[in-house]
T-cell receptor, first 115, second 114 residues
Framework: DADVTQTPRNRITKTGKRIMLECSQTKGHDRMYWYRQDPGLGLRLIYYSFDVKDINKGEISDGYSVSRQAQAKFSLSLESAIPNQTALYFC??????????????FGPGTRLTVL | AQSVSQHNHHVILSEAASLELGCNYSYGGTVNLFWYVQYPGQHLQLLLKYFSGDPLVKGIKGFEAEFIKSKFSFNLRKPSVQWSDTAEYFCAVNEGGNNRKLIWGLGTSLAVNP
């Protein structure tokens, strides 16, 4: 099932570099999310977008920015990467049409390592 | 702030043992409840969900969960686990109404020994 895709799947970069992670979806969902996953810390929400003109900060948005280029595309940027941003990053989507029930569909993840 | 608690952080079982993973949430109103599973090296997949109706819900791969409103709980169960159930399990809650985000538990890592 490739309804939610993420590129790249793996990335190693150096401190101070600018990095962009991309997410695309073919599910037709209007809502998109970026999470990071760290061992023992579960999933933490970075940013979320309910439509192209609606972008909101999550619980750990510092050091990150996003762009919703189209309904199907939601990019996450690290303006100046630092080692503690090393993590597994997931994009997810959900459908407003399910009356806000909130079921989310996840991409395969991007493993980012900042040296 | 609303929160979701998963009491077991790491669980180790032998094959054929029964499983119960606890999940409690703090929101007092209408909720929608989810269990997601993440197999090693993979993304999160929905295991089961509760929106309304019968509080005992059945999901994929023989899993079930029971919503007990009075206890603010949504515990996951499986009568007989298999080695292939080794994974991380996440409970998530969506507050009913206009709220559109999921509140996530920290996850439970399950290891099933063959």
């Amino acid at each position: 099932d490739a309804d939610v895709t993420q590129t790249p799947r793996n990335r190693i970069t150096k401190t101070g570099k600018r990095i962009m992670l991309e997410c695309s979806q073919t599910k037709g969902h209007d809502r998109m999310y970026w999470y990071r996953q760290d061992p023992g810390l579960g999933l933490r929400l970075i940013y979320y977008s309910f439509d192209v003109k609606d972008i909101n900060k999550g619980e750990i948005s510092d050091g990150y920015s996003v762009s919703r280029q189209a309904q199907a595309k939601f990019s996450l940027s690290l303006e100046s990467a630092i080692p503690n941003q090393t993590a597994l990053y997931f994009c997810a989507t959900s459908d407003r049409g399910t009356a806000g029930l909130g079921e989310q569909f996840f991409g395969p993840g991007t493993r980012l390592t900042v040296l | 702030a609303q929160s979701v608690s998963q009491h077991n952080h790491h669980v180790i079982l032998s094959e054929a043992a029964s499983l119960e993973l606890g999940c409690n949430y703090s929101y007092g109103g209408t909720v929608n409840l989810f269990w997601y599973v993440q197999y090693p090296g993979q993304h999160l997949q929905l295991l089961l969900k509760y929106f309304s109706g019968d509080p005992l819900v059945k999901g994929i791969k023989g899993f079930e969960a029971e919503f007990i409103k009075s206890k603010f709980s949504f515990n996951l169960r499986k009568p007989s686990v298999q080695w292939s159930d080794t994974a991380e399990y996440f409970c998530a809650v969506n507050e009913g109404g206009n709220n559109r985000k999921l509140i996530w538990g920290l996850g439970t890592s399950l290891a099933v020994n063959p």
